[in-house]
């Protein structure tokens, strides 16, 4: 079946750190692949999205690609800031037989420190 | 509202009472989704409708849940004779229909306290 890995956390940064949260994947077909954030004491929200190989997805500053060779869509940003202190899931929308539902990974929870 | 609205945010009830969770998508997606987040499991899919059928049940752990959706819009989940293990946020999700690369777009949740 469908299913994502993501990097073991939690991830310790100082402010302005690059940062790399990996994700691989395992889908049948051709899925749609996302990154959703929940800052504490919030919901999930979508941060960036990818829907075919090779599809840069971008915002905050924030980055991922979609690396169909290697099943993998890995979280960048090159200087974080204290506010990007949260929780980070990778998700995949096999479409299809799946009905649009996501799969997602277990959660990399990030913190920043001044 | 703008957004995907659930209620009530917190509800803290006794085991073996039932609990019904409410989810009001937002106007126009045809699309919605349950899920649950939990300690131990992380976030899991519970069910899908398109309009007011529910093609994927799948994700339904047992037959003491089930859920409708009534107008294409405002959805309910129910927990019958709840048990500790179903403590958890339950989320609700909308998009704008089933395809593969729509975002869901999600609500603040229901934490749900089984004492």
């Known amino acids: 079946g469908d299913s994502v890995t993501q990097m073991e956390g939690p991830v310790t940064l100082s402010e302005e750190a690059f940062l790399t949260i990996n994700c691989t994947y395992t889908?049948?077909?051709?899925?749609?692949l996302f990154w959703y954030v929940q800052y504490p004491g919030e919901g999930l929200q979508l941060l960036l999205k990818?829907?075919?190989?090779?599809d840069k997805g971008s915002n905050k500053g924030f980055e991922a690609t979609y690396r169909k060779e290697t099943t993998s869509f890995h979280l960048e940003k090159g200087s974080v800031q204290v506010s990007d202190s949260a929780v980070y899931f990778c998700?995949?929308?096999?479409?299809?037989?799946?009905?649009?539902?996501?799969?997602f990974g277990q959660g990399t929870i990030l913190t920043v420190h001044p | 509202g703008a957004g995907v609205s659930q209620s009530p945010s917190n509800k803290v009830t006794e085991k073996g009472k039932d609990v019904e969770l409410r989810c009001d998508p937002i106007s126009g997606h045809t699309a919605l989704y349950w899920y649950r987040q939990s300690l131990g499991q992380g976030l899991e899919f519970l069910i899908y409708f398109q309009g007011n059928s529910a093609p994927d049940k799948s994700g339904l752990p047992s037959d003491r849940f089930s859920a409708e959706r009534t107008g294409g819009s405002v959805s309910t989940l129910t927990i019958q004779r709840t048990q500790q293990e179903d403590s958890a946020v339950y989320l609700c999700?909308?998009?704008?229909?089933?395809?593969?690369?729509?975002?869901?777009?999600f609500g603040d949740g229901t934490r749900l306290s089984i004492l």
């Open positions: 990818a829907t075919k190989a090779d």
């Open positions: 999700a909308s998009s704008r229909d089933r395809g593969n690369n729509q975002p869901q777009h």
């Open positions: 889908a049948t077909g051709y899925p749609s």
């Open positions: 998700a995949l929308n096999a479409g299809g037989t799946s009905y649009g539902k996501l799969t």
